[in-house]
């Protein structure tokens, strides 16, 4: 046999020591998957890029619609951070941490013709979570004196009216609630202002049926 034709027969067949390096390989993934449960990261997880179709799409299900100019709360990532903006109500908040409220998204427009829109995406336990955390925000709204108004889908309105004219909407997105709240700018009807403000939002996010 030439040299050259016992040279190719040895670089077409595995050496004992690439195979067991391999099967060490596949036992390590193994049980790694089975440490974490069957639980990787999500895309919001601090620290985790999303790749592929979840890089290009807001596939964590906190996607918000664009009004233009903005202020930058890119850094809110949790919800412990939105806490810290000081903008809910305790008893907001506590609607929030019974659903299992974990990670967020916040925008604010405070340049727009209607007033200063402040636009929050929280994603909850599960879908039965966000629906019933959706509907106590609502009530709580209601209960300190807001009025409702119609408005389309499962989506939950509230207005104001005085010195502090405002409106705000709740709804469930899957895992995720929004919750839109417009001070309203002098002179502005703050639920109508609120409607156009709310499609363009519903249609980044879509509401449950």
Do not use: C, W
Not at 21 to 36: D, E, I, S
């Amino acid at each position: 046999m030439a040299p050259s034709e016992l040279k190719r027969g040895r670089a077409g067949k595995p050496r004992p020591s690439d195979v067991v390096a391999a099967a060490v390989l596949a036992g390590m993934v193994v049980a790694g998957l089975q440490l974490l449960g069957g639980q990787l990261p999500e895309p919001t997880t601090p620290g985790v890029t999303p790749h592929g179709e979840a890089g290009r799409h807001a596939g964590d299900g906190l996607a918000l619609a664009t009004y233009g100019s903005t202020e930058t709360y890119a850094h809110v990532r949790q919800f412990q951070q939105v806490q810290q903006l000081e903008f809910l109500s305790d008893a907001e908040v506590a609607a929030y941490d019974r659903g299992g409220a974990a990670t967020a998204r916040v925008t604010v427009a405070s340049g727009l013709p209607e007033g200063k829109l402040i636009v929050l995406a929280v994603r909850l336990r599960n879908h039965t979570a966000a629906t019933q955390s959706a509907e106590a925000l609502d009530a709580l709204q209601a209960d300190s004196g807001m009025r409702r108004f119609p408005s389309r889908h499962a989506v939950l309105t509230t207005v104001h009216d005085g010195a502090g004219q405002g409106a705000r909407a709740h709804y469930a997105s899957g895992r995720t609630v929004v919750r839109l709240h417009l001070a309203a700018a002098p002179g502005v009807d703050a639920a109508r202002a609120l409607v156009p403000l709310l499609e363009r939002q519903l249609e980044a996010l879509p509401p449950n049926d």
